[in-house]
């Protein structure tokens, strides 16, 4: 449909049920991009073994491992490649804990295929997207309980008043020109916040992920 | 630089000082005033019998001389027992006078007097031991029997006795009919005997009050020197004077002299309340009265009645001068009632104890000794300002278990509400685990199941219809999951997920979706939102959307967002749902299938209204359809309308 002119990007496209798969990469495919799929995680290491994709496509629930392993593998690797889950429910119970190791947002397996495509091309393009329901999830963090909330570990203590305003902008359906408006930013500041908030919420070293943890009360030693 | 020093800590001490002068005047004036007033009572003779009965011109036979005098007469003599200054007048009883009981009345004598008429002795005041005590003006009347009587001329003969510690004095003698006389002796009776007795016995009452006090409260030492002063004082008052050497008359000389320890510790007592820390030194308030005291137990009464008059009678004034300053000073710098009513107590005894010193050095026309009298004052001073304080620290009590009674409201109200904030959280927390395992759940099964028929059902054609179908269970899925998760009763929350589902939905039919939020903040928070509420208001949201979608044919999707106030003053969130399609009241060209379809989802969205207790308008015409959902102010505890 939306074939691109310039030299084709690179997509690594990780899912191991096989009809999603073929979907997936026939949406992406016909948008142009240059499509590698893998079903399992070994397979995906060797992709990555012949070269930095530009995008990585992953499902976390794999045959031989977790999804989660190979954001982080990747992120080390080639901090430049784009990084998106695909998800079944956009919950963040599966997403949360792959922005923590460096993905930006998800991509509902159902998704039309053009919307696939969108997002892709958004994603290279420098966007970050970001759900209103993952926003809230991060929100509803930042707001200080007695106890860990249920859910996975989230360490918000680095984001600044202001992305967390945006955030809460973006949890109530807000757009960003909307947010911008309510917070007197100018509009095209907001794609840069949230691209600094999933950095920020990222746990970079096994080092500093004791001490986030320690932090939140979540480990005690 | 220090200019400025010096000028600071002076401003606040100079304001201070204003208001310290103006007070110590004030103070000043008061006392003053009393003095004036104490003077003034005391310049009042007392009202007197008929002059006529007075035997105004006595003759007087003293150390061998005999001599005219006029009373009231001073003796300059300190001591005469053996042979006493003897007084003879001579007075008339009409005959017709002899129906009548005739009496001799003497207001005031010091020490003791034996009155004789016609050379009868009638009565010996030495035997009645009040009588025999200088600082007391007990007044004597004697009755005379009438046989010892003669019609006109009868002869009086007084024969005074002193014995020191002052010299000896005689008022006046009266002699006449008894009920002339009785009166005037009933006066100065109940005032200078009954009186004293009273006072004496109230000394004792705050004897024990004030010991009971000290024991309850040892670390106010104050309250037990207090105690130990009106022991002494009652102690004094009730014991009579040693007319003889016998084995008791030495304590009771030593107790009947006590005055000056009594005023050492009434001394100490005002020092100690004033706020004085006790010294070393301070015993030396205490040397008088103990020099007195070995005088009286290992010296002879007379010694004791000497001493007395050199140390007891200036240690009182001295201890009265130090109180007074005391008790000001107190009064002034603590401004309590206790403080000024010892002040002013201490003045009125300080003046009457000038004048009995007058007295005594014969500087008064009269001799009548008003500073142990006046000592009441100060008994009344210590009861009164007991009482205020005990009042006080009532009150205080009282307040004190008033507060305590608001704060235990106070912290039960908060324990109960943080009760149930901690049982909304715990809630929230189980209703976060159910949802995780859910999601779980689904992720593992149905989830991935209906995805899976998504992605098969795009291979053919044929599977269209079941694409949609299982699109639409995966997106109801989410919508449960969601509306699970706790949003802390902003429903705006639920509807930002709800715009990007929606967005997700028109995007391929190529309609705008246009959402304004009014209100800045959007609706308000309902802490009682609970899940199923937002479901019912997604859905029915939903419902309005798909309408628009499938059977309107719209091109642009309005949704507004708004806080309205009812007329009841309630904040009341309001969502509108508008679009720019055909209406539901034309039903659509191609047949009655989809009119049906829409009329159900009407029902639906009345139904899934009135569940949350929101009011739903619907307008439909021509030019589009218009769904308006105001939020109750409260929303429904149960689900009324689930039955």
């Known amino acids: 449909m939306n074939s691109l002119s310039d030299a084709a990007i690179a997509v690594l496209l990780v899912e191991d049920d096989a009809p999603t798969l073929w979907r997936l990469q026939d949406a992406l495919a016909k948008a142009g991009y240059q499509v590698r799929a893998a079903g399992t995680l070994t397979d995906a290491r060797a992709c990555l073994a012949q070269g930095a994709p530009r995008v990585l496509l992953t499902d976390l629930q794999l045959p031989d491992g977790h999804g989660v392993d190979l954001i982080r593998e990747t992120r080390r690797r080639f901090p430049e490649t784009e990084i998106m889950v695909i998800s079944i429910l956009g919950d963040e119970e599966s997403v949360i804990s792959a922005i923590t190791v460096g993905a930006t947002g998800y991509l509902l397996k159902d998704a039309f295929p053009t919307d696939i495509a969108a997002t892709v091309r958004d994603l290279v393009a420098g966007h970050s997207p970001i759900s209103a329901s993952i926003a809230r999830f991060i929100v509803r963090r930042t707001q200080s309980t007695a106890e860990p909330p249920p859910g996975p570990a989230l360490n918000t203590a680095k984001l600044t008043p202001r992305e967390i305003d945006i955030l809460w902008g973006i949890a109530k359906g807000f757009s960003y020109a909307e947010i911008a408006s309510h917070l007197s930013l100018s509009r095209q500041t907001v794609p840069g916040h949230i691209k600094n908030i999933y950095r920020k919420l990222e746990v970079h070293t096994r080092g500093e992920a004791v001490f986030e943890a320690v932090q939140q009360g979540l480990i005690r030693l | 630089m220090s200019a400025a020093g010096d000028a600071q800590p002076d401003a606040p001490h100079r304001e201070r000082q204003r208001p310290l002068t103006s007070r110590l005047v004030r103070y000043l004036l008061l006392q003053a005033l009393i003095a004036a007033a104490c003077i003034f009572a005391l310049q009042q003779s007392l009202p007197g019998p008929p002059a006529e009965y007075l035997v105004a011109t006595l003759s007087l036979s003293e150390r061998g001389v005999e001599r005219p005098v006029t009373p009231p007469y001073f003796s300059p ?17 009409p005959a017709d006078e002899a129906k009548r009981a005739w009496s001799v009345f003497l207001p005031r004598f010091t020490n003791g007097v034996e009155i004789a008429v016609n050379d009868v002795v009638i009565l010996d005041s030495r035997r009645d031991p009040t009588a025999n005590r200088p600082d007391r003006n007990t007044p004597v009347i004697a009755v005379i029997p009438s046989s010892l009587l003669r019609d006109g001329a009868n002869t009086v003969s007084i024969r005074l006795f002193i014995w020191g510690p002052i010299t000896g004095f005689l008022e006046r003698v009266w002699v006449g009919p008894d009920e002339k006389l009785r009166p005037s002796y009933n006066l100065r009776s109940l005032i200078f005997v009954t009186l004293p007795v009273v006072f004496s016995s109230w000394q004792a009452i705050l004897a024990v009050i004030l010991g009971i006090m000290w024991v309850m409260r040892r670390h106010e030492p104050a309250y037990g020197l207090l105690a130990a002063a009106m022991a002494v004082g009652v102690a004094q008052a009730f014991l009579q004077t040693p007319m003889g050497e016998t084995a008791f008359s030495r304590l009771n000389v030593v107790l009947i002299s006590s005055a000056p320890i009594e005023s050492a510790l009434v001394l100490t007592f005002a020092l100690l309340f004033s706020g004085w820390k006790w010294r070393p030194y301070g015993w030396i308030i205490f040397v008088p009265g103990l020099l007195l005291a070995l005088a009286g137990l290992f010296g002879n009464q007379a010694l004791s009645r000497t001493l007395f008059l050199f140390l007891a009678v200036p240690m009182v004034g001295l201890s009265l001068v130090i109180m007074a300053v005391v008790t000001a000073r107190s009064t002034l710098k603590r401004r309590n009632v206790a403080s000024l009513l010892l002040g002013c107590a201490v003045t009125i005894m300080l003046t009457c104890w000038i004048v009995d010193l007058l007295s005594v050095f014969q500087l008064m026309q009269n001799r009548i000794f008003t500073a142990r009298l006046s000592y009441s004052a100060m008994l009344v001073a210590i009861g009164a300002g007991l009482t205020w304080r005990f009042a006080r620290a009532l009150n205080e009590v009282d307040g004190f278990a008033g507060r305590l009674v608001t704060q235990v409201r106070e912290a039960e109200e908060k324990l109960k509400a943080s009760f149930i904030r901690e049982e909304e959280r715990a809630r929230a927390a189980a209703l976060a685990r159910e949802r995780t395992r859910l999601m779980r759940d689904l992720h593992d099964g149905l989830g991935g199941q209906l995805v899976s028929i998504v992605a098969l059902s795009e291979r053919g054609n044929a599977g269209a219809g079941i694409g949609d179908a299982a699109r639409a269970a995966l997106k109801d899925l989410r919508l449960v999951i969601d509306s699970m998760d706790d949003i802390g009763g902003d429903l705006m929350l639920a509807l930002g997920s709800w715009r990007e589902r929606a967005m997700a939905q028109l995007r391929p039919h190529d309609i705008t979706l246009e959402w304004r939020a009014v209100t800045p903040q959007g609706l308000p928070v309902h802490p009682e939102l609970r899940p199923w509420h937002v479901i019912q208001i997604v859905r029915l949201l939903d419902e309005a959307l798909t309408n ?5 044919s719209a091109r642009r999707i309005t949704v507004r967002i708004e806080t309205l106030v009812d007329h009841d003053g309630h904040d009341r969130g309001c969502i509108t749902v508008e679009d720019d399609g055909r209406g539901f009241d034309v039903p659509p060209a191609d047949g009655s299938a989809g009119a049906i379809k829409a009329a159900r989802g009407l029902r639906n ?25 105001t939020l109750p102010h409260r929303f429904p505890d149960s689900d009324a309308a689930a039955g």
């Open chain 2, 77 to 93: 003599q300190r001591h005469a027992m053996d042979d006493p200054p003897r007084f003879t007048g001579q007075f008339d009883r």
């Open chain 2, 548 to 552: 628009a979608v499938k059977h309107a």
């Open chain 2, 605 to 629: 969205m009345r139904n899934r209204a009135a569940r949350c207790g929101a009011e739903l308008v619907l307008d439909s015409c021509d030019q589009g359809t218009r769904v308006r959902l």
